[in-house]
């Protein structure tokens, strides 16, 4: 379980910092596809190489969660700080940010799934390669095979 970070007193200068943990497989993948998305506007900084830009914020809350920092000294915490990521897409996707801050069950279902994959990291990222493919930059849509041959055996086995 993360501890939500909402503010600090050393923000970036010009533009958000997305900071997440550069030993991280999992974390590279996923940070590699969304940096494909919101280059430029947004830097991408291992904790292990910003903590000291930070003081206020103890790394235990570093390694414990990916971190979105605003220029105003807002941070958004795990599954929202890659949601807030999403409105600095060249077209801003704001679906995610507002269902997770307006809507209890979305929150809770991310910050559960978010949980679960920080303790699973080696399988989620073994899982992410397997659907997804090994270059996060180029999806290969394995996953619609996946789901066309499971909602194929499942008419199987239910007719």
């Known amino acids: 379980m993360f501890i939500e970070v909402t503010r600090t007193n050393f923000p970036p200068n ?19 596809r969304l940096k494909k998305y919101t280059n430029p506007q947004i830097d991408f900084k291992t904790f292990q190489d910003v903590n000291d830009s930070f003081p206020d914020i103890p790394i235990r809350r570093f390694e414990e969660a ?21 409105i600095y897409r060249k077209v801003p996707l704001t679906f995610f940010n507002n269902s997770y801050s307006r809507n209890r069950l979305f929150e809770s279902f991310s910050n559960f799934l ?13 899982i992410s390669t397997l659907l997804f493919g090994k270059n996060p930059l180029k999806f290969n849509y394995h996953w619609l095979w996946f789901m066309f041959v ?3 055996l499942l008419i199987i086995i239910f007719i």
Do not use: A, H, M, Q
């Not at 978010?114 to 073994?126: A, P």
């Open 114 to 126: 978010y949980n679960l994959i920080s303790k699973n990291r080696n399988i989620s990222y073994k």
């Open 66 to 86: 990916s971190r979105l920092i605003e220029p105003t000294g807002r941070v958004f915490s795990g599954p929202d700080s890659f949601y807030r990521s999403l």
């Open 14 to 32: 010009s533009k958000p910092i997305f900071v997440w943990d550069g030993k991280c497989g999992f974390c590279k993948y996923w940070v590699l």
């Open 150 to 152: 499971f909602l194929l």
